[in-house]
């Protein structure tokens, strides 16, 4: 099997909505939507941004409009009236909204964004995003949302102030729907401080990548028999002085503390010992080839969920993928290694 890798931005999305499956339906939005992918594109990739007048946009919202609106009535109005108090509230209005834009572009003018690595996650799950927020001015900078570009949830926003020369972080999220090493996707910021007129955000490509493990089966079936230890009598002799193991037995009086598995003990309120009598004579290997299961994406989910249960367990055990085998060991970074292999197998 070859790796799988996550391709670039924006084919990581997910599969195509009708619309843009069949643009002739819709050539507006078809239009629309390669204009942003071209010049997303042009974009360059990095953890670190530090926002200017380049990199930072701004446009009227709908409240500026309307407010745009009004503000040509009443100045109709007044040169037609002959209005002195009508020029002074229109150009008054036209000057407090003239400021609120310089003040809302350079609440993110100025800016440093920087993205922190994510951790793995499983596929299907929320990978949360770290992204630290450091302000160099010595005003605080209200009202900036922080947000995955493209994403349709409602409350995908987290807003936040960074305090005047301090920094403050954000998390947001994203949810990666297959396995293999997947590349952050565009993250937005904005800000509508302090009118609300004026729409002001940047759009940020951030170079981290994020490996994502396959999801565990749900109700996957025990694990499998251990094989014959191999090595002979040396294997053997290995085996006895490491006290190492591939199962566990109900725990029987007179057993030594060291060999009691506590960390089960502690889940299920049960004594259960090691089998150290097992350990000489097999190893549990956890294999592509023998997981019972025609799909491969199947086979990845059962030997993840494997993999997670043998570690709850506290065996050791080792992995077997076509051209990769990892040898028998227990540990978080064991764990992590095997799940890390099925993730790029």
């Known amino acids: 099997m070859s790796s799988v890798q996550g391709s670039a931005w924006p084919a990581e999305r997910g599969p195509l909505t009708p619309d843009a499956q069949a643009p002739a339906l819709n050539p507006v939005a078809f239009a629309r939507r390669r ?42 109005g007044s040169i037609n009236y002959q209005l002195n108090l009508g020029y002074l509230l229109t150009f008054l209005l036209a000057g407090c909204a003239i400021v609120g834009m310089h003040v809302s572009h350079a609440t993110l003018r100025g800016l440093t964004l920087a993205l922190m690595q994510p951790p793995p996650q499983f596929a299907g799950a929320s990978a949360p995003l770290t992204v630290t927020l450091a302000n160099a001015r010595a005003s605080t900078r209200y009202g900036i949302g922080l947000a995955v570009l493209d994403a349709t949830q409602d409350d995908r ?38 009118l609300g007129t004026f729409r002001v955000w940047t759009v940020w490509r951030p170079a981290a990548q994020v490996l994502v493990y396959p999801a565990p089966e749900a109700h996957p079936p025990p694990l499998p028999a251990g094989e014959p230890r191999s090595g002979g009598p040396a294997a053997l002799r290995r085996a006895q002085g490491t006290g190492e193991f591939e199962g566990v037995r109900a725990y029987r009086r007179g057993d030594p ?89």
């Open 157 to 194: 926003w987290a807003w936040t102030d960074v305090p005047p020369q301090g920094s403050c972080t954000v998390q947001v999220a994203f949810r990666p729907q297959r396995r293999g090493l997947h590349r952050v996707p565009p993250l937005t910021a904005e800000t509508r401080f302090p």
């Open 257 to 345: 503390m060291k060999l009691v598995v506590w960390k089960k003990a502690a889940r299920s309120g049960e004594l259960v010992s090691r089998d150290t009598l097992q350990a000489q004579r097999v190893e549990l290997w956890l294999d592509y080839r023998q997981c019972g299961v025609a799909d491969p994406e199947g086979r990845l989910a059962r030997l993840a969920a494997w993999v997670l249960q043998a570690d709850r367990l506290g065996l050791d055990y080792g992995l077997r993928l076509p051209g990769q085998e990892v040898e028998p060991g227990a540990g978080e970074a064991h764990k992590r290694r095997c799940l890390e292999a099925l993730a790029l197998c």
């Open 35 to 76: 204009f942003r992918a071209w010049w997303q594109a042009r974009l360059p990739h990095s953890d670190t941004m530090t926002l200017t007048q380049r990199n930072v946009y701004i446009l009227p919202t709908r409240p500026g409009f309307m407010l745009a609106g009004t503000l040509l009535v009443l100045l109709v």
